[in-house]
């Protein structure tokens, strides 16, 4: 059950992406209604996890049952795997807002003008779509993919996750090389986060806004 459910889960998460880079990326980006794109990311991400929580049920996936950091160092590194995060979020914020920095940050988000909302409706599915994603990537890939490795190979929980890693910068392959590396960093700091407070809720929030982000450096940057 559980390896169908890995293949089903990865299908629905590149293929709207897929969809949407052939469809947008080779028409017209800023014409195209994206609303069917983030509305098929909520019912796919919707699907993932209430699939995953059945099989594997509520606590083994929301909760990490694995060898945690003793005393303050569990403080530490959570502590230091939020600044991180943060860092990671708010400093594109802070470039956007200095025109000379914009031109390389336009650039930088090129590859992915294909999924970033336009009106305002699409803002608001966008942000719907985003707590999906945030929910969806930090059950399946912080919690249900290490522990299907685990019990697969049986690998202690560093390599778990390193492969659980690479598995996630896989899926955001359409985003480039800078999206793939950023994605495998931004995994290990999110499941250092997990492993630290020993459970999902502040790894999904600080995922949220990650990509909540987008919505505030795309209105910069469409001012222009």
Not at 63 to 77: I, K, P, Q
Not at 105 to 124: I, Y
Not at 134 to 150: K, L
């Amino acid at each position: 059950m559980q390896h169908v459910f890995i293949i089903a889960a990865f299908s629905l998460m590149l293929m709207p992406f897929v969809l949407d880079h052939r469809l947008f990326r080779n028409t017209f980006p800023e014409a195209a209604d994206k609303s069917a794109s983030y509305i098929r990311q909520i019912i796919a991400n919707s699907c993932i996890v209430a699939a995953a929580f059945a099989i594997m049920g509520f606590e083994p996936l929301f909760f990490y049952n694995g060898e945690r950091f003793a005393g303050n160092g569990s403080v530490f590194a959570g502590t230091l795997a939020s600044a991180a995060i943060l860092l990671m979020t708010l400093f594109p914020v802070a470039l956007a807002k200095h025109p000379p920095a914009r031109a390389a940050l336009r650039e930088a988000c090129r590859t992915r003008s294909f999924m970033l909302p336009v009106s305002a409706k699409e803002n608001r599915l966008f942000a719907a779509a985003a707590f999906t994603v945030a929910v969806s990537e930090e059950v399946f890939f912080r919690s249900f993919v290490p522990q299907y490795i685990q019990d697969l190979f049986g690998f202690p929980d560093v390599y778990a996750i390193l492969a659980a890693a690479c598995l996630f910068a896989l899926c955001h392959l359409l985003q480039g090389w800078s999206g793939m590396i950023q994605s495998f960093f931004g995994a290990l700091l999110f499941s250092l986060l997990y492993i630290s407070t020993g459970n999902l809720l502040l790894p999904v929030i600080l995922h949220f806004l990650y990509d909540l982000r987008l919505l505030y450096i795309n209105r910069l940057l469409r001012k222009e």
